[in-house]
């Protein structure tokens, strides 16, 4: 929609005064009358100045449609019919315009449309604001955030259906642009006790009936909730159901609010989990049991609710029971604990929820703040919203309601110092005439209850804090003592005695005369609630959860921070945080709304006068008008006035070189406005009529727009100019680089050409001289060549001619040597044939010989006695020499091998060569003996200490010394003896003993006796009648038969020079005893090896068995 099309105006189709400053005549009915008219009319704002009244209409208005948006955007303030929406462009245009920080304060009465005005507002200013997809969500998050905290912080009480039970002051953040960029939220002192109780007609916060309305069945199943109120001691039953609210789809908007504000999904299912614990822990019941010291202690009645508390928060249930059960206090190190009666637990139980719902709102106000704060550190304008719980009287009013009406004391405050007494101390202090016009001051309210050494709020903290006994009472009893005098101090026990006959007021109460009315305050939790305990057991419990945001919203209960320092009470606490505020307020710009509550009964198009009369008294609105009427409309220091409105005057425009009041002087008398529109102050000027403002405006407007066609015309000049100058730059320099371009292009085809014909004429001149210098060379070596030649060819014909000489020389000589060696041969033929044939013959044979001789010394074969190879013969005649040389070769060869050997060898060898004489070729066994060394002694007899006294007994070198079976001559079974053999005897002993059975001389012996096969048996035969002879011939069997028999034939021959007859049969006889006996050898299998298997038959056989 076209603005210019819009005509309305304050004045066009006014009902009533629009502004109260222009009322006629200006009394409290007339206003009244004012308002209601207006009121009747659906015309719920009416301004004071720029102060915006706004009546509650209790109905839904058609007056916030963006087309209403778009009528009051970037309009002057009294340029349309009053709304809050003209309030909020003012504030949001000065704020981006002339970068003032902006604050909006809105008060009134509990239910008399603050936090529907604060929503407008800021709905307004997000309409107006810059647009973009980023801005856009940031507005979205900002006003998402409202129905997060109503549904958290408010609920319905018998003033209003969605009262506020905590404060907001919300701080809207802009870039230089306008554009929003987030926002800061800082909350107060939230009516907690409401979550245990809530008086009569009153419900617990919104959330709680939201989510049992409007959770899923597994939500609530998740979270172990029922879907009915009545099943929770906490939500009072009389009022459960609000007349037009929709608590089931407020639990949507709600979570889709959470959602956009950006809480994740598992966030919201931990503070529903919260929700719930606190709803669960109403139900916990206690019972008293007695104990045996008389005193009661309590015990939970029915566990179940609690492990479902547990399991919600994953809390172990004998830790929270503990701490409903004890109480720890610990001093100085010293740890007491003592035991919880019934009352006390409930207490416990109290504390536990108030406190556990009352973080978790502080946490959802600091996680709204992480979402929405600006992401930029730029500076930042700011605009803030302030929307605090109304002032409140209600039947039964405490703490809650003590510390709500001292804020609203101190916004009053704050009010009346910024619109009536500075702006009177300024008109006196500027030396403008001034009449001055009453108000009532609240300031000595507000100093009964803030003032540090005896304000009500100091005495409860010196009460919470004193030793000993202390109670309401005691609390009331200081009150009655120091605030007695006060004069807006009431107290039946108070030392004056002006109330001791006032039965309105109750013995247990204090009264207070507040801006806004009296209220009487009950003192009972008064102390209770301003300590704000919560048992250290409790959140001890609490912090030790698996919960992460339970354990976070308990951090003092971490041992390892805890801490024995009190923490500040709550009345402290809040008194700061007022504090802080009013200072902040104070360095920005205030708008002012103030709600008015029409009735009583929350109806439409009711307007009770006397209960608007009195908010009208007591916000001092007449007074305000007052003021208003009497002083200036704007009023403005010279600087910023002439530096705004500069551009309006010749001579100011564009610099004024003198003081700033001379400036705005000239320029108000060139523009010829009215000299009693305006006032000189001492440092501001003041102007009367709004309408004297806009005109200014209005003026202003006209000529920045003159002045912006004059800048634009200039700008677009200088653009052009600038454009043009560039481009002429531009083609001077593209010229100047293309004629250099093309001359260098020329200048390089020149140079080029050049040099090819250069490169051309130097190369034909080089060539000219080459040729010239070859053919120079060419003629100098032919003259060489030729030379060369000449001399070669006859050095060669020279050559030619020494050779034919020395040839005919040779020949001559040849010739002459053939011709004497044919005469001398023809001389001496006949003396050559007689010897000279076998001189010849001789020489030659010798020349054979000796080459036979050398050749075969060449191919002499190995020097080993076995060695069978010889040179093959060369010439036949030579056949005899050949073989004869062949044996005296080997022969030789033997002798040398000979030499080598030592005399013990050389016995051994003789031995051996005896052996072989005796039994090659007679004897199977010898083929075994040819590769056994003969060693004689087999014993080592000398060395063994066993034999010691045999080898005593024998004094000759020993021979041969083994064990042998001796043949046993009855039965042929076989004993082991020792063999012993020396130069002259051989001897047969006992094995084991050594003892010598036999003791043979060699002379007896006559011959020996073996067979032909592989057995060892052997018969020695001896002389008969000899001593030795006795018993008979021995038989023995030995493996070593060979070398036995061997070495006793060769000692028997070198002690008689005989030798003994060696018998090789395989039938033979022995002399035994009488008998002769034949030993028979006959062929068998054997039972023991190798060893022969003898049987005496009968008295003339002896049967050996050999393999
Ligand atoms: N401009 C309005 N248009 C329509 N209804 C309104 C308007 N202002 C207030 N109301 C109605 O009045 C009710 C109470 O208003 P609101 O909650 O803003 O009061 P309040 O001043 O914030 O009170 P409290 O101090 O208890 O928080 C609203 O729920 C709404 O129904
Ligand atoms: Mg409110």
């Keep these: 929609m076209m603005k210019s099309e819009v005509k309305t105006s304050l004045l066009d189709n006014m009902i009533g005064v629009g502004d109260s400053v222009l009322l006629e005549p200006l009394t409290e009915d007339s206003f009244l009358e004012n308002l209601k008219n207006r009121f009747d009319h659906s015309e719920i704002y009416t301004y004071i100045g720029s102060v915006v009244i706004s009546v509650n209409p209790y109905r839904h208005l058609p007056i916030y449609t963006p087309e209403k948006v778009e009528e009051y955007r970037n309009r002057n303030f009294y340029e349309l019919s009053p709304h809050i929406y003209a309030l909020a462009d003012e504030a949001y245009r000065s704020l981006r315009d002339q970068d003032k920080d902006q604050c909006i304060l809105i008060t009134g009465e509990s239910g008399a449309g603050k936090t529907e005005a604060s929503k407008l507002v800021m709905s307004y200013v997000a309409a107006v604001c810059g647009k973009g997809a980023e801005v856009n969500q940031v507005k979205e ?15 319905k009480t018998m003033r209003n259906d969605n009262s506020s039970r905590f404060g907001k002051y919300m701080d809207i953040e802009f870039d230089f642009k306008g554009d929003p960029l987030g926002g800061v939220i800082s909350n107060y002192l939230l009516e907690k006790s409401r979550v245990v109780k809530q008086p009569r007609g009153e419900r617990n916060f919104h959330v709680f009936y939201q989510l049992l309305s409007g959770g899923s069945e597994d939500l609530l199943k998740r979270l172990k909730l029922e879907r009915e109120f009545n099943q929770y001691n906490y939500l009072g039953l009389d009022s459960a159901k609000v007349n037009g609210v929709d608590d089931a789809a407020n639990f949507r908007t709600v979570k889709n609010a959470m959602q956009i504000v950006g809480f994740m999904d598992d966030e919201v299912e931990l503070v529903l989990e919260v929700v719930a614990a606190v709803l669960k822990l109403g139900n916990i019941e206690f019972k008293p049991e007695s104990r045996v010291n008389g005193l009661d202690e309590s015990r939970i009645q029915d566990k179940n609710e609690l492990k479902e508390i547990c399991e919600l928060l994953g809390q172990d249930q004998a830790v929270l029971e503990r701490a409903f059960s004890f109480r720890t206090v610990e001093a100085k190190q010293e740890k007491v ?100 016009i009453e108000y009532f001051d609240n300031a000595i309210i507000c100093e009964l209850i803030e003032n540090n050494t005896n304000g009500i709020l100091a005495m409860l903290d010196e009460e919470c804090l004193r030793p000993g006994t202390v109670t309401d009472e005691t609390f009331l009893e200081k009150l009655n003592q120091v605030c007695a005098v006060h004069e807006r101090f009431e107290s039946r026990m108070s030392k004056s005695s002006r109330f001791l006959n006032d039965t309105t007021l109750p013995h247990n109460c204090f009264r207070i005369q507040h801006y806004a009315g009296k209220v009487m305050y009950h003192v009972e939790g008064f102390v209770d609630k301003n300590n704000d305990l919560l048992y250290r057991d409790l959140s001890q419990a609490m912090w030790k959860t698996n919960h992460v945001l339970v354990k976070a919203l308990f951090p003092e209960g971490n041992p390892a921070k805890m801490s024995l320092k009190r923490p500040p009470t709550a009345g402290s606490q809040f008194k700061a945080s007022v504090a802080t505020l009013m200072k902040n307020l104070q360095t920005k710009n205030p708008n002012y709304i103030r709600c008015i509550k029409p009735n009583d009964q929350k109806a ?147 140079k080029s050409v050049t040099l090819v014909i250069q490169s051309y004429i130097r190369g034909w001149k080089a060539r000219k001289l080459l040729r010239e210098l070859k053919h120079q060379k060419l003629c100098e070596e032919s003259a060489t060549t030729i030379a060369a030649y000449w001399r070669g060819f006859q050095a060669r014909r020279e050559l030619r001619r020494l050779k034919e000489e020395a040839r005919r020389k040779h020949a001559v000589a040849v010739i002459w040597a053939y011709w004497l060696g044919l005469k001398i041969r023809r001389e001496y033929r006949k003396f050559f044939r007689a010897n000279a044939g076998r001189k010849i013959y001789e020489f030659t044979i010798q020349r054979i010989i000796q080459k036979y001789f050398l050749e075969l010394k060449k191919k002499l074969p190995s020097m080993s006695p076995t060695e069978t190879a010889w040179p093959a013969r060369p010439y036949l005649f030579l056949d005899n020499t050949h073989t004869e040389l062949k044996r005296i070769f080997h022969l030789w060869r033997c002798k040398k091998y000979r030499d080598q050997f030592t005399a013990q060898k050389k016995a051994i060898f003789e031995e051996k060569l005896e052996a072989s004489e005796l039994f090659k070729d007679k004897k199977a066994l010898y083929a075994n003996s040819v590769c056994q060394p003969f060693q004689g002694d087999y014993l080592e007899i000398s060395k063994n200490p ?51 059975k036999s003791n043979i001389p060699v002379m007896d012996i006559t011959s020996v006796s073996v067979s032909k096969q592989i057995d060892g048996l052997f018969a020695v035969h001896l002389k008969e009648g000899s001593t030795a002879a006795a018993k008979g011939d021995f038989l023995f069997t030995s493996d070593r038969l060979i070398e036995i028999i061997t070495k006793l034939y060769r000692t028997i021959f070198f002690k008689t020079n005989q030798k003994i007859n060696v018998e090789i049969n395989n039938e033979f006889l022995v002399q035994f005893n009488q008998d002769k006996v034949c030993v028979k050898f006959i062929q068998g299998a054997q039972k023991n090896g190798n060893l022969p298997a003898c049987k005496r038959k009968n008295n003339r056989l002896l049967e050996v068995t050999v393999p």
């Excluded at 910023?640 to 000239?666: F, I, N």
């Excluded at 020792?978 to 003993?993: C, N, P, V």
């Design 141 to 155: 998050q900002l006003l998402q955030s409202n129905p997060v905290l109503e549904a958290f912080g408010n609920a």
């Design 337 to 436: 604990s003592t035991t919880l009666n019934v009352a006390q637990a409930y207490y416990a139980r109290d504390a536990l929820a108030k406190n556990l719902y009352n973080r978790l709102f502080t946490w959802l106000v600091n996680r709204i703040n992480e979402s929405i704060k600006a992401q930029t550190k730029v500076r930042k304008k700011v605009m803030g919203v302030l929307d605090i719980y109304g002032f409140e009287i209600f039947e039964n009013n405490s703490f809650e309601q003590f510390i709500i009406n001292y804020c609203n004391e101190k916004l009053q405050q704050i009010f009346i110092e910024l619109t009536l007494k500075e702006e009177q101390e300024e008109y006196i202090k500027e030396g403008i005439e001034w009449t001055h």
């Design 604 to 750: 439409p198009h009711v307007f009770t006068e006397a209960l608007v009369c009195h908010q009208v008294r007591y916000l001092g609105l007449m007074e305000n008008v007052r003021v208003r009427r009497a002083g200036y409309a704007f009023k403005q220091p010279y600087e910023p006035c002439l530096e705004r409105y500069k551009m309006l005057c010749s001579q100011t425009w564009p610099h004024w070189r003198q003081g700033a009041r001379d400036g705005v002087q000239v320029l108000l008398t060139e523009l010829q406005i009215p000299p009693e529109e305006f006032s000189y102050g001492r440092s501001k000027i003041f102007i009367r009529n709004p309408r004297t403002l806009f005109e200014l405006e209005d003026l202003r407007k006209r000529r920045l727009e003159d002045l912006a066609t004059l800048i634009q015309k200039i700008y677009r000049g200088w653009k052009c100019r600038t454009r043009f100058l560039l481009m002429k730059k531009s083609q001077i320099t593209i010229s100047a680089w293309t004629k250099r371009h093309f001359q260098r292009k020329k200048y390089l085809h020149l």
């Design 946 to 996: 066993k034999y010691q006294k045999l080898t005593g007994a024998v004094e000759e070198k020993i021979l041969l010394a083994d064990v042998v079976n001796k043949i046993n001559r009855a039965n042929g079974k076989g004993t082991p003896r020792i063999f012993l053999l020396t130069q002259s005897k051989f001897i047969i002993a006992d094995q084991k003993s050594g003892q010598i």
